[in-house]
């Protein structure tokens, strides 16, 4: 059957509007996933508020650097999608936040090493309510799993194809911000 006149043309643009249309879904699945990690920070420091029962000093340091380290890793991907928006979206280059990130990426297991050290002796001394050390130990957890999943190897199986491509391969993926900072380090972001 021979094609009739201007199907082609009628292909591209159905072609252009998919396109434009995935695009559009994907920019505002980035928007969300970003707008949930920032929301998260405030709502988890009222959580804390809301649940902690220790108000004394010893507790003190060890809720407030286990927020702190979930929520600058909270961040770190709310930043992450967001320099993944203005890519997409506007076209930005997004390189020299990018190299931000590779250090970031550096010092984190330093830190998170350095606290989960300090909240282990915590259990072994005793200090605090034993509540409240669970928490700690929750949220020390929370930002370790941000850190690999950021940084490392895609932890968050949210969708369908995630799902369907973890099903087939039997193993996670390298995360999108760990294949950035590669490329960025072989000189292309």
């Not at 292909?11 to 998919?18: I, L, P």
């Not at 707008?35 to 902690?52: G, H, K, R």
């Not at 700690?136 to 930002?143: H, P, Q």
Request: aromatic content about 10%; charged content about 20%; some cysteine.
């Amino acid at each position: 059957m021979p094609r009739q006149i201007g199907t082609e043309q009628g292909e591209a643009r159905h072609g252009q509007f998919s396109a434009t249309h995935n695009r559009s879904r994907l920019l505002r699945r980035l928007r969300t996933l970003r707008n949930v990690e920032w929301f998260n920070i405030p709502f988890l420091i009222l959580v804390l508020y809301l649940a902690w029962s220790d108000t004394s000093m010893d507790a003190l340091w060890q809720r407030l650097t286990a927020y702190a380290l979930a929520a600058s890793l909270l961040s770190v991907g709310g930043c992450d999608w967001h320099l993944k928006v203005a890519q997409l979206g506007r076209g930005q280059s997004i390189e020299s936040q990018l190299m931000t990130l590779a250090r970031i990426r550096i010092v984190a297991p330093v830190i998170l090493g350095v606290a989960s050290v300090a909240l282990a002796a915590s259990w072994v001394a005793g200090v605090g309510q034993t509540a409240d050390r669970g928490w700690a130990t929750g949220f020390l957890v929370l930002a370790w799993a941000e850190y690999v999943n950021y940084f490392h190897y895609q932890l968050m199986h949210d969708t369908r194809s995630d799902l369907e491509r973890l099903k087939r391969t039997g193993r996670v993926r390298r995360s999108w911000l760990a294949a950035d900072l590669n490329g960025l380090r072989r000189g292309g972001a």
